[in-house]
């Protein structure tokens, strides 16, 4: 009975600790993102920040129409971002969603001890640009995951 008992209140425990956060959809005319229902979310004049409310970190997105920034360069816009002196190599081309072309780079950044994690999704002169940036102390474990979920919920509508 103690056995029965013991494994029950195990069990329940971990499902208790297991659940998922709420979550709510912010929209704009153009995309889509899923988020935990406790993240505050700002928009300054077209750039939104999406953040929990502890603020060791963001999701930032911006959209931008009409820029000519031929596909030779995307990487170079990408890493300039960062004022990275990686290899282009490292910013990976990863298909495509919607007729967008898909570009992901992941950086640390030593001196602010920061993890980024950036895409940008590409068609003509249509370009959305999303990234993550966390502390590095909270990167690992549940931030990580919940910030990637949210990151992966993103959709362009049109």
């Known amino acids: 009975m103690k056995?029965?008992?013991l494994i029950v209140t195990f069990l329940l425990s971990i499902y208790s600790f297991?659940?998922?956060?709420?979550?709510?959809l912010y929209e704009s005319e153009n995309y889509s993102i899923t988020v935990p229902d406790t993240w505050k979310a700002t928009n300054d004049e077209g750039i939104v920040n999406i953040f929990p409310t502890n603020q060791i970190g963001a999701i930032t997105i911006s959209e931008y129409h009409d820029l000519e920034l031929p596909k030779t360069e995307v990487k170079k816009f990408i890493l300039a971002l960062y004022?990275?002196?990686d290899d282009e190599k490292k910013v990976k081309n990863t298909g495509s969603k919607k007729g967008y072309s898909e570009y992901e780079y992941e950086y640390f950044d030593e001196k602010?001890?920061?993890?980024w994690v950036t895409k940008l999704y590409q068609k003509n002169?249509?370009?959305f640009l999303i990234s993550i940036?966390?502390?590095?102390k909270h990167w690992n474990g549940n931030y990580m995951k919940v910030?990637?979920?949210a990151?992966?919920?993103?959709?362009i509508k049109k």
């Open 3 to 5: 056995k029965t008992l």
């Open 18 to 24: 297991s659940q998922k956060l709420g979550s709510e």
């Open 83 to 85: 004022n990275s002196s």
């Open 112 to 115: 602010e001890k920061l993890f």
């Open 125 to 127: 002169t249509d370009m």
């Open 133 to 136: 940036n966390c502390q590095e």
């Open 147 to 149: 910030f990637n979920e």
């Open 151 to 155: 990151f992966e919920s993103f959709k």
